[in-house]
């Protein structure tokens, strides 16, 4: 069987030790079209995503801050985003002011998320967050939670200066009339 499968074998392949029908080791080939080639970086702050796992899975988000090449803690690419876990509600003509302004409340999280569980979208967001949102800041319950609470304050009002560039952040229509 060994001396079958020796013959079968190509030249820029070799045999591996044990042999079977999956003994077979093929050799990457140098100067090969596309290797090594960089990928784009297109996560970027300030760009709109949508978690897709746990607790805020469904909800929309912004990057805060990135690392590409992970950390000492997280060996993996993941970000730092801030996002919007209630949205406001919509508001009509007859709603009086007080209505009008618990409609148009917002509830935020911050969250370091792996790359693969967050899905990116064409929008960026204008609102600037670094200076509120950093990674020391999740380090302590209390950091969070103002955090948290000054990033709810950014998209409240956001919200209330009109349409937003990322109509997809505030849940409005996806189609943007040019």
């Known amino acids: 069987m060994q ?22 080791e093929v050799e990457e080939r ?9 990928m784009v970086k297109f996560l970027k702050p300030n760009k709109a995503v949508i978690v897709l796992q ?8 912004v990057i805060v801050k990135n690392f590409d090449d992970g950390t000492r803690d997280r060996a993996y690419g993941h970000c730092l985003v801030a996002g919007i876990y209630k949205y406001p509600k919509k508001v009509i003509r007859k709603d009086s002011a007080k209505k009008t302004a618990k409609k148009s409340r917002v509830k935020a999280f911050v969250k ?13 967001l204008d609102v600037d967050l670094k200076d509120v ?3 020391d800041v999740l380090q302590s319950k209390d950091k969070k939670v103002t955090a948290c609470k000054e990033t709810k304050a950014r998209f ?4 209330k200066t ?10 409005w229509a996806t189609s943007i009339t040019t």
């Open 162 to 171: 009109g349409m937003p560039l990322d109509p997809m952040l505030f849940n």
């Open 3 to 24: 001396g079958l499968l020796r013959s079968h074998l190509r030249s820029s392949q070799k045999p591996v030790q044990g042999g079977g029908e999956r003994g077979i």
């Open 54 to 61: 746990g607790r805020f899975a469904g909800r929309k988000a």
């Open 133 to 135: 949102v950093t990674p």
């Open 112 to 124: 370091l998320v792996n790359y693969n569980h967050i899905m990116p979208t064409r929008y960026t």
């Open 156 to 159: 409240e009002e956001r919200f």
């Open 30 to 38: 140098e100067g090969e079209k596309g290797r090594g080639a960089k």
